[in-house]
């Protein structure tokens, strides 16, 4: 019986995302990679024609069926429930395709190679943007980082406030970076980023408008921090709410006036 794309279970969130990205890469031997976009009005479609193509919406069993018989074994990984309400999508929707081998008449990089790591996205300044960039760390372990330009970005910013004393703008900015997915990489981009803030800050900056010291401004900006780097292992991946599927997603985006 032939898969049906509104079978397709949606992703909760972008750390769910990547850390199920971080699964298949490090521990189930994905090797190959490949962003794919696609008109949001058509994404049934689109997983569809991945299905025909390369069977991603084979259960468990069935894929290590493929994976004896030698063929290849793909995942299709869509931008999660969070980055893409059906009440306001995004007009676009991109799609990780991971694989065990190179799909044939496919443009797709390896995962090793160091000039095209594989890439995750974001919905910044109206469109998709490279945000997230798996590769090792200095210990040898895949981990998410932040990509160069968008963490130079955010550092540039945080020092900006930093420089000029103005630690209401820095708190709010530090919160914000607080809700990022904190995989070790991207962890350690952001402890870099703290570092630098508190060493440029100096005493002045830690007193009230008034002049009343109370308490570093920096301590309240990270207290929404994680206290340790987020891990893959044992973490939800999936909604426990409607919608969780494609077929869900889209029925709740048609109610809503979409479609």
């Given amino acids: ?36 976009e696609t008109p949001t009005e058509k994404v049934l479609l689109a997983v569809k024609k991945l299905d025909e193509k390369w069977a991603v919406l084979l259960d468990r069993p069935a894929r290590n069926v493929r994976r004896q018989a030698r063929l290849p074994v793909v995942h299709a990984l869509l931008a999660p429930l969070s980055a893409m309400p059906p009440e306001a999508p995004h ?73 000029r004393g103005d630690w209401p703008r820095l708190v709010g900015h530090l919160k914000t970076l607080g809700n990022l997915p904190m995989f070790s990489g991207v962890w350690g981009q952001l402890q870099e980023i703290r570092k630098r803030v508190q060493k440029l800050w100096g005493d002045r900056h830690l007193r009230d408008p008034e002049g009343r010291w109370k308490a570093p401004p920096w301590r309240k900006a990270l207290e929404g921090w994680p206290k340790t780097p987020l891990s893959p292992i044992g973490m939800r991946l999936y909604p426990e709410a409607p919608p969780r599927t494609l077929g869900e997603w889209w029925e709740a985006h048609r109610k809503g006036g979409g479609g």
Avoid: C, N
């Fill in 91 to 163: 007009p676009t929707w991109p799609i990780l395709v991971l694989a065990d081998q190179k799909l044939p008449g496919e443009h797709m990089h390896r995962v090793a190679d160091p000039k095209h790591p594989p890439t995750w996205v974001a919905w910044r300044k109206e469109a998709w943007r490279p945000t997230y960039v798996l590769r090792k760390d200095q210990r040898g372990r895949w981990t998410w980082f932040l990509e160069e330009s968008f963490y130079q970005e955010l550092l540039e910013e945080a020092l900006h406030h930093a420089t």
């Fill in 1 to 36: 019986m032939p898969a049906d794309p509104e079978d397709y279970r949606l992703l909760r969130s972008q750390s769910a995302l990547l850390a199920q990205a971080l699964r298949l890469v490090a521990r189930d031997g994905y090797t190959w990679w490949q962003l794919q």
